[in-house]
């Protein structure tokens, strides 16, 4: 996490990863978004109550974001990005990023690697390596730490990916803003 105490994160495609969990019990505040109803029904019945109350949004996130969102210190991705596969979809994507990533604040992008497999659960992904990465998110952004982590996955294939974190220029991460406060649910 951010080393500030109540960073905001955003996440693109939260599904119904255990790491939600793990974030808001480091008093993380949270926006969790998801183009599936499903996975964010599952995620509110399992940490529905927690504090603070994340936002939550239901949207592609390929797709311009709604208005009202909080800035965030962190933007999130693991094993999402990589599934968007037109170049308009990509292009929205980091335009969305770009959108509500505070200056000074960080992007993890944990996606398929160059040698990582050509689909994922039965769709085809793109996979990236730290340069298009970097390239894709512009000269504002610096690479902070890469590595090559292999993930398998429970039919015991080996996945490979790449995990890389970037920050975007402009103020330090410790000059950040402590007093806002997420807006109320917002839905697309
Ligand atoms: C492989 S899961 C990863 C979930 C979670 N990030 C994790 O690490 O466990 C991919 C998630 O991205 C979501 N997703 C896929 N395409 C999306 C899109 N265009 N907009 C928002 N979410 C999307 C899926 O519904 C799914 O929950």
Same mark, same amino acid.
């Given at each position: 996490? $951010?080393?500030?105490?109540?960073?905001?994160?955003?996440? $693109?495609?939260?599904?119904?990863?255990?790491?939600?969990?793990?974030?808001?019990? @480091? !008093?993380?505040?949270? &926006? *969790? %978004?998801?183009?599936?109803?499903?996975?964010? @029904?599952? *995620?509110? =019945?399992?940490?529905?109550? /927690?504090?603070?109350?994340? &936002?939550?949004?239901?949207?592609?996130?390929?797709? +311009? *974001?709604?208005? !009202?969102?909080?800035?965030?210190?962190?933007?999130?991705? /693991?094993?999402?990005?990589?599934?968007? *596969?037109?170049? +308009?979809?990509?292009? !929205?994507?980091?335009? %969305?990023? #770009?959108? &509500?990533? #505070?200056?000074?604040?960080?992007?993890?992008?944990a996606e398929f690697a160059p040698a990582g497999a050509p689909r994922c659960a039965g769709l085809d992904v793109h996979r990236y390596s730290t340069e298009e990465m970097a390239e894709r998110l512009g000269p504002e952004f610096t690479l902070r730490h890469a590595e090559d982590v292999t993930f398998? %996955?429970?039919?015991?294939?080996?996945?490979?990916?790449?995990?890389?974190?970037? =920050?975007?220029?402009?103020?330090?991460?410790?000059?950040?803003?402590?007093?806002?406060? $997420?807006?109320?649910?917002?839905?697309?």
């Amino acid at each position: 996490m $951010p080393a500030i105490a109540t960073p905001t994160i955003f996440l $693109p495609g939260a599904g119904t990863s255990l790491l939600v969990d793990e974030l808001l019990a @480091r !008093g993380a505040r949270l &926006v *969790l %978004n998801d183009v599936s109803d499903e996975a964010l @029904r599952k *995620l509110r =019945q399992r940490i529905g109550g /927690r504090t603070p109350e994340p &936002v939550w949004l239901h949207h592609d996130i390929s797709q +311009p *974001l709604p208005a !009202g969102l909080p800035t965030c210190d962190l933007w999130l991705d /693991r094993a999402v990005l990589h599934f968007l *596969l037109e170049e +308009p979809e990509i292009t !929205g994507y980091f335009r %969305n990023l #770009r959108t &509500v990533l #505070r200056p000074g604040g960080h992007v993890l992008l944990a996606e398929f690697a160059p040698a990582g497999a050509p689909r994922c659960a039965g769709l085809d992904v793109h996979r990236y390596s730290t340069e298009e990465m970097a390239e894709r998110l512009g000269p504002e952004f610096t690479l902070r730490h890469a590595e090559d982590v292999t993930f398998v %996955n429970p039919s015991g294939a080996p996945r490979p990916y790449v995990y890389a974190l970037f =920050q975007r220029a402009g103020a330090d991460a410790s000059e950040a803003d402590q007093t806002k406060r $997420p807006s109320p649910i917002a839905r697309s």
